[in-house]
């Protein structure tokens, strides 16, 4: 293999630096200390993933209050702090991100806007269609989907993060419910990757995402309505069939609005599976002893899990103080704003030997702790922060996985390294695959 510049994304995801900028000071209370600058915006653009990271290192703990774009936040890491953030109910949702990646990934009306019994009941749906069984059926469509994109490209390179996105849609589209045949999927696709690209960006390329988000909302409701009404067949206990007929906690069907925006939060999360799939190709690529082992049926739950620990995907999860509380001795307001660093509890030394390196055999003696393995949210999924797609992604990962360890492919020269200041970071390259015609 031969490659634009070696540097790659484990070298660049490297142990804390000195914090851009920054200094701390204690906290008047002996607390949670706070940062001496008066706002750390600048730093997180220009430190990107590992904004938290350093300045952990620099105050020594766990957390860290300072300002982000002129709001007090405080910051936090670790599978304590998870443990803080998920249980008891101290945080809801509202104003817990900005509004840049709200209307992108959540908005008005979907299951992670709600609180309490309301979104305990929606976020059920969820978690029922998702069960293993239909995992079982993505995971067939999945293979079905990208067999025919690789045979489509006869043997000419493939960037598995562009590539990727329209077979998870296609995927995910089957499965659901939809007939294909009456969606654009390659608008469909741009559309839905366009929300999770330009989640972490702010100005024109975030405006223009929310437009398309917009449009993309319209049809979802527009093919819920027509579920309803008949003019579309579907099959009776498909996902798509299930949530047009959902009822909410008061027993009330939900708007077209509403089961639209619900439609867009089980379709664009698969599609964004794209990116975990480029960094499992980079990791079989950098690490090849993997392959055997995953041909001989050797824990490919393992290598997933690593991959999914060590690549960036969103960095922070966020919550605001439904209540007053102490912790770590200082006083959390309520209507406090609380940032949970996934990127850094993932690479938690305290946690993880060696966080900075890509073993996946240490999840032989992992204790499975839901608060320390956390790319996709803290807790349990039926009760905590985590994403009820976690299972979807894992299957994916290791469907992909299975695939390339038995696929014949070269890699072409390329630049495998990642920008960890860009939300979620890719391979420069997009990891480029030539698979055999």
């Known amino acids: 293999m031969t490659v634009i510049r070696a540097t790659t994304m484990r070298t660049t995801a490297r142990a804390p630096g ?13 607390g949670i200390p706070a940062l001496g600058v008066p706002d750390s915006t600048a730093g ?18 766990d957390a860290f209050r300072t300002r982000l774009m002129g709001r007090p936040v405080t910051v936090v890491f670790g599978a304590e702090a998870a443990r803080m953030f998920t249980e008891g109910s101290r945080f809801s949702r509202e104003r817990a991100m900005p509004s840049t990646v709200q209307h992108l990934l959540q908005d008005k009306g979907s299951v992670q806007t709600l609180e309490g019994k309301a979104h305990r009941h929606r976020k059920s749906l969820f978690i029922d269609v998702l069960e293993p069984a239909e995992l079982g059926r993505l995971r067939e469509r999945f293979v079905v989907a990208w067999g025919a994109q690789v045979a489509a490209a006869g043997g000419r390179p493939l960037a598995i993060a562009d590539a990727t996105p329209l077979a998870l849609t296609r995927a995910a589209l089957g499965w659901s419910g939809i007939p294909i045949e009456l969606v654009d999927t390659e608008k469909l696709t741009e559309h839905l990757i366009s929300m999770v690209d330009n989640a972490g ?9 929310r437009a398309k988000r917009h449009g993309t909302e319209r049809w979802a409701s527009e093919a819920i309505i027509a579920v309803r009404h008949g003019q579309i067949a ?8 299930r949530l047009a007929g959902h009822r909410d906690a008061e027993g009330h069907p939900l708007s077209g609005e509403d089961a639209g925006v619900e439609l867009l939060n089980l379709l664009r999360p698969i599609a964004a599976v794209s990116r975990f799939l480029a960094f499992t190709a980079l990791a079989l690529i950098e690490h090849p002893e993997w392959k055997e082992r995953i041909r001989r049926g050797n824990h490919v739950d393992w290598f997933v899990n690593e991959v999914r620990r060590t690549a960036p995907f969103f960095p922070v999860v966020g919550g605001t103080a439904r209540g007053a509380f102490d912790w770590r001795g200082s006083r959390v307001r309520s209507g406090d704003w609380v940032l949970l660093d996934l990127w850094a ?9 060696e966080p900075d390196r890509f ?3 240490r999840f032989a003696t992992w204790d499975g702790d839901v608060n320390a393995l956390i790319p996709q949210g803290p807790g349990s999924v039926d009760d905590g922060h985590r994403c009820p797609g976690e299972g979807a992604t894992i299957a994916l990962m290791e469907e992909f996985a299975r695939f390339l360890v038995d696929a014949d492919f070269r890699v072409p ?4 390294s990642s920008n960890l200041r860009h939300f979620p970071a890719l391979p420069a390259d997009h990891m480029r695959l030539a698979f055999a015609g």
């Open 18 to 30: 000195a914090a851009r900028g920054a200094t701390a000071r204690g906290s008047s209370d002996g």
């Open 44 to 61: 997180f653009l220009a430190d990107g993933y590992e904004f938290g990271r350093r300045r952990f290192e620099l105050v020594g703990g």
């Open 201 to 209: 960006r702010v100005g024109p390329s975030n405006w223009r995402a």
């Open 234 to 241: 579907v099959a009776e206990h498909s996902p798509i069939a």
């Open 345 to 353: 509890t993932n690479h938690d030394r305290r946690i993880w030997r």
């Open 359 to 361: 073993d996946p055999d």
């Open 413 to 416: 020269p390329q630049d495998l």
